[in-house]
């Protein structure tokens, strides 16, 4: 009998953790209770009209824990939380963890694909939502999914309920809430930007999840007076947890959920509510580099701004501190696990050159070559990392498990890095078969099974090109039964599919074949440089025009 691969920590491993004091035992429900007790009527957090404190927090969330339980969500259920940045998220998420619901962290950007297949995928009781975000109406797709996804009971919309039922006016009869699960037990899944064909999703605990919680706190010196403003997706692994909004709550700090990451609209937010720290990715860096020329005023308080998802310039981030004002980490993390960070008193090289070091003592970090030995000291290899935070298995993914871990259990991540003597890692490029957007991740193979399933195309190779705003953007190679098909037609067939507008490909490359290497895979390497080249000779100017325009 061919055995599951196990996504429990071994025992031994768990004993460890728990007798270092990083598993501390506490649930996200005793999480809350204590940020409660302990910060009181300071504020939690600002989004638009509604400014909570740690108590209204905490009424909130127990408000919603009761009327979910009398809906008949009860512990262990899995429910699909798609919300943008508002105060609802919050009192969501601590309202379906006080009860033991498990959180699956949707993002914005995710249409009837990704939300269909998180909801079968992990069948799902509930999927809760808002009525219409960034021109999209989020009603239209839960009626969609609701009608494909049988285990889907529930549909709660913030906002104008429509058919549906309001999160605001669920009905609140007396119920005694359970008592909250065990920290141990798997408390949330978290997304994975993914490489294959299917969406990976992440189980993580209150146990693990809050230790990488406190200690990002820590490292990066959070107080009782850190005003944090979130401009990413609040869902996202690093504005969630490293150190995030979760991070400033248990420091008693302040956060700001903004619904821009614009200068025009973030700028003035840090002004009037006095922001001391926040996290963009990289893409963003020149829009506020550009905009802090004329309106630095704006971006007094600044002190830290954290940036992390996809590889950053090192000449962009020595910018930074001269330009900003603020204090520069950089953060190379993943939702499975594995975080690092540049230190505060890291030197200005460290900082503005490398990726960080791990969060935790126990981090264990590989640098491996092909065949899984370990490179020489300092030269580039294959990332992979085992530890207190780090999961041992994505949700229902036995046979990608067996692929995407070692026997012994650590998480093969994809990356190519290089380790320095501090520990300080270097991100030097990926193996993994994925396009990152800046910071936006796009599974090859998901998107080229949607490009396949269009009738004129024969075959298809989805790889990263260089882009000068986001670091990289996708471009498909095809090739197609019919001359006359259309970039513009293959893009519309992608999209129209309900995927996320960030996976539809960029570009498309119409070919007669695709180049193939030794063992018969599309040399994607090869595609890579060949449309780099592509790229590079059109930006250049010919002989000719160099000549005529002097
Ligand atoms: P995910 O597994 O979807 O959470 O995405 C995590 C991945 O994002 C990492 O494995 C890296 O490939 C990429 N990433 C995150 N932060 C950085 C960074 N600072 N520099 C380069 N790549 C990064
Ligand atoms: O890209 C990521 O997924 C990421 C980046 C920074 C992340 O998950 C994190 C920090 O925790």
């Known amino acids: 009998m061919k055995h599951a691969h196990s996504i429990a920590w071994p025992e031994a491993d768990a004993a460890r953790y728990r007798a270092a004091g990083h598993w501390a035992g506490q649930s996200f429900a005793g999480f809350l209770a204590e940020i409660a007790q302990r910060h009181g009527e300071n504020t939690a957090v600002v989004a638009g009209g509604a400014r909570w404190s740690y108590r209204q927090l905490e009424a909130e969330a127990l408000a919603l824990a ?72 989020h009603r239209e797709l839960a009626r969609e ?41 798997v408390a949330l899944l978290q997304l994975s930007g993914g490489s294959t064909g ?6 993580r605990t209150a146990d693990d ?93 600044l002190q830290h701004l954290q940036v992390g998802g996809a590889r950053f310039d090192s000449a962009l981030a020595q910018r930074v501190e001269p330009e900003l004002g603020a204090r520069l980490q950089q953060v190379f993390g993943m939702a499975e696990g594995l975080v690092n960070y540049t230190r505060h008193d890291d030197p200005l090289t460290l900082v503005t050159q490398t990726q960080g070091r791990p969060i935790s003592p126990d981090d264990e970090v590989r640098v491996l070559d092909d065949d899984d030995q370990p490179v020489p000291p300092g030269e580039v290899g294959h990332l992979l990392t085992r ?20 026997a012994d259990g650590f998480y093969r991540t994809g990356d190519l890095v290089r380790q320095l003597p501090s520990g300080h890692l270097v991100v030097e490029g990926r193996a993994k078969d994925q396009i990152n957007r800046g910071g936006e991740k796009v599974p090859a193979e998901e998107i080229e099974h949607l490009l396949m399933a269009h009738p004129s195309v024969v075959d298809v190779a989805l790889v990263a090109m260089p882009d000068a705003q986001l670091g990289e953007r996708s471009c498909a190679f095809v090739i197609s039964r019919h001359a006359g098909l259309r970039a513009s037609a293959l893009m519309q067939f992608v999209r129209a599919q309900g995927v996320a507008a960030f996976k539809v490909p960029d570009r498309v490359e119409f070919v007669d ?30 002989p000719l025009e160099v000549q005529t325009h002097p």
């Open 66 to 137: 009761r009327r979910f339980a009398a809906l008949g969500i009860v512990g262990g259920d899995r429910v699909v939380v798609q919300l943008p940045n508002r105060a609802e998220f919050f009192a969501v998420v601590f309202g379906l963890w006080r009860i033991g619901a498990l959180p699956v962290f949707a993002l914005p950007a995710h249409r009837k694909l990704e939300i269909g297949y998180f909801c079968r995928h992990a069948e799902a009781v509930a999927y809760i939502t808002v009525d219409q975000h960034a021109g999209f109406d």
């Open 145 to 185: 999914v609701m009608a494909e996804v049988p285990t889907l009971t529930h549909v709660l919309i913030a906002g104008e309920a429509g058919s549906f039922r309001s999160l605001d006016l669920l009905p609140d009869p007396e119920v005694v809430l359970p008592s909250p699960p065990a920290a141990s037990e």
């Open 198 to 203: 299917t969406p990976k999703l992440i189980p």
């Open 209 to 301: 999840y809050l230790y990488s919680v406190r200690e990002s706190a820590h490292i990066c010196g959070l107080t009782p007076h850190t005003v944090y403003l979130c401009v990413l997706p609040v869902a996202h692994n690093f504005a969630l947890s490293s150190p995030g909004t979760l991070g400033v709550l248990y420091a008693g700090g302040t956060v700001v959920l903004g619904g821009s990451a614009a200068p025009e609209i973030a700028f003035p937010l840090i002004a009037r509510e006095r922001v001391t720290m926040t996290a963009l990715v990289p893409p963003l860096v020149p829009v506020w580099l550009a905009a802090a020329a004329t309106r630095r005023g704006e971006l007094a308080t």
């Open 387 to 406: 530890g207190p935070y780090t999961i041992r298995g994505y949700y229902r993914a036995d046979g990608h498990n067996a692929r995407a871990f070692t």
């Open 513 to 542: 074949e695709l180049p193939k290497t030794a063992v018969g895979k599309f040399d994607k390497k090869l595609l890579r440089q060949r449309i780099a080249e592509k790229l590079a000779a059109r930006a250049r100017p010919t």
